[in-house]
C-alpha cells in the first residue's frame, strides 16, 4: 500500500454534507483549501431527514436508518476524499528532498537548489538580513561609546522622589512640585534636632 503524503499539517474542515481540507505550509504556515467534496451519503440522509420532519412514519424511520448507514460509509468515503484532496494540494507545495518538508513556492522554497530554504536559505535575503543585523550591532556600539550620563554626578545623594512630597524629580536641588530642598537632612525649627522625615522625632514638630 502507498504511503499517502502530505499529511503533518493540514487540518479537517468536513461536515455532514461533504469534505474539505487544508493543507499548511511545514515553514511559514501559508494553507491551501482544497475544493469542496459532497458526501452522497450526507446528502440522502439529510433529504431523508427534511422528509421525516414533514411527514414522519416511515421517513423518520428512514431518515434513522440512513445516519447509521451514513456513519458506517462516512470512514471510508473521508479516506477516500483526503487522498483527493492530497494529490489535489500537491501541486501547489513542493517537498524537500533532504527534510521532507512540504513548503509554499512563493516564500519558502529555493528554486535555484530545488531545497526548502530551510535546507538551502536563499543568500541575498540572508546577505540583506546579515546587513540589517550588523548594522544594529554597529548603532548599539556607537551608543556605548557616548556619555549620556554625563550630567549626573555619581557623588552625590540622588534620589527619584521628591522625601516631602513623593514627586517624581529628575536632578535639581529642589522639589519643582513643593519647592522643598531634596536634602534628606533637615533641622527641626523647633529643638534644632538633625533628622529625616516629615516629622522631628525629638519634639514631632512637623518638617518646614
Not at 452522497?40 to 434513522?64: D, E, N, R
Not at 476524499?81 to 489535489?88: G, L
Not at 546587513?131 to 551608543?143: D, G, L, S
Request: hydrophobic share 35%; aromatic share 8%.
Amino acid at each position: 500500500m502507498p504511503l499517502i503524503q502530505f499529511t503533518r499539517n493540514h487540518s479537517d474542515h468536513s461536515n455532514n454534507t461533504g469534505f474539505q481540507f487544508e493543507f499548511m505550509c511545514d515553514k511559514c504556515g501559508n494553507g491551501y483549501m482544497t475544493r469542496f467534496i459532497p458526501s452522497k451519503m450526507g446528502m440522502a440522509a439529510g433529504a431523508l431527514h427534511a422528509a421525516g420532519s414533514l411527514f414522519g412514519g416511515m421517513f423518520g424511520q428512514a431518515a434513522g436508518a440512513g445516519d447509521q448507514v451514513r456513519e458506517m460509509m462516512r470512514g471510508s468515503a473521508r479516506d477516500d476524499a483526503f487522498a483527493e484532496a492530497v494529490e489535489e494540494a500537491k501541486k501547489h507545495f513542493r517537498q524537500c528532498t533532504r527534510c521532507g518538508k512540504w513548503v509554499c513556492p512563493e516564500v519558502c522554497w529555493n528554486e535555484a537548489k530545488a531545497l526548502c530554504e530551510e535546507c538551502a536559505p536563499d543568500l541575498m535575503t540572508e546577505a540583506a538580513a546579515a546587513q540589517a543585523q550588523a548594522a544594529v550591532e554597529q548603532v548599539q556600539e556607537k551608543a556605548r561609546q557616548v556619555d549620556h550620563v554625563r550630567d549626573i554626578d555619581m557623588n552625590k545623594n540622588l534620589m527619584a522622589q521628591c522625601p516631602h512630597c513623593n514627586a517624581r524629580v529628575q536632578g535639581g536641588k529642589f522639589c519643582p512640585e513643593c519647592g522643598k530642598p531634596f536634602s534628606s537632612t533637615l533641622n527641626c525649627s523647633k529643638c534644632g534636632t538633625e533628622f529625616t522625615g516629615k516629622f522631628c522625632p525629638e519634639c514631632g514638630t512637623k518638617a518646614p
